[in-house]
């Protein structure tokens, strides 16, 4: 079974742009959460969908938004990028409901100039 | 709100011995606990996950315990070979918090031949 693919793997936007990443579940995974990784904050949450709709989001402002489409695949997008942005960010899937074990993509590495 | 650590926060050993790497957290009412293993630059790994009604699971030279009351968890490794070095994290999902982990700052490893 494929694991969680995440694209692309590496992005260089200048501040002020916008930035789309995208996220494909493990086949038959329902559920798709979204973590940011940076070296002073750690890892925190984003948000998290399933089947499309978005059940739980975490302390981000509103620049950070996702989707999910009806084949499990998701989308993040931040706007109005700033510097505070570069973090490699990293998708997890699950079967969905609370407690499932998650299984982490290899994230996407955003810089932000 | 839920906060997870991890101490210590750097660990060398040399080839060969058995260590313990902890992890406490300050809400108890988790519905499981996850341990995970990252390489630099990149994804997570889960080795284990302990359900909350559990104590303990083990996976090959790995051994994770799980004591909610005392809000700690441990994972062990058994005889550690250089290839174990990486930055290791626990994360603990909430009772009803769809697909939030919420993850401690990790204890790096680094196991020297």
């Known amino acids: 079974k494929a694991g969680v693919t995440q694209t692309p793997r590496y992005l260089i936007k200048t501040r002020g742009q916008q930035v789309t990443l995208s996220c494909s579940p493990i086949?038959?995974?329902?559920?798709v959460s979204w973590y940011q990784q940076t070296p002073g904050q750690g890892l925190q949450f984003l948000f998290e969908?399933?089947?499309?709709?978005?059940?739980n989001k975490g302390n981000f402002p509103g620049r950070f938004s996702g989707r999910q489409f009806s084949n499990s695949r998701s989308e993040m997008n931040v706007s109005t990028l700033e510097l505070g942005d570069s973090a490699l960010y990293l998708c997890a899937s699950s079967l969905g409901g609370v407690g499932y074990e998650q299984y982490f993509g290899p994230g996407t590495r955003l810089t932000v100039t | 709100k839920q906060e997870v650590t991890q101490i210590p926060a750097a660990l060398s050993v040399p080839e060969g011995e058995n260590l313990v790497l902890n992890c406490s957290f300050t809400d108890s009412a988790i519905y499981n606990l996850q341990w995970f293993r990252q390489d630099p630059g990149k994804g997570l790994t889960s080795l284990l996950l302990?359900?909350?009604?559990?104590r303990e699971q083990t996976s090959g030279r790995l051994n994770a315990s799980l004591d909610k009351s005392s809000g700690r968890s441990t994972l062990y490794i058994a005889a550690s070979q250089p290839g174990d070095s990486a930055t290791y994290l626990c994360?603990?999902?909430?009772?009803?918090?769809?697909?939030?982990?919420?993850f401690g700052q990790g204890t790096i490893l680094t196991v020297h031949p």
């Open positions: 086949s038959g995974h329902r559920s």
């Open positions: 994360a603990s999902a909430g009772g009803t918090s769809y697909g939030k982990l919420t």
């Open positions: 969908y399933f089947s499309e709709t978005q059940r």
């Open positions: 302990i359900q909350s009604s559990q």
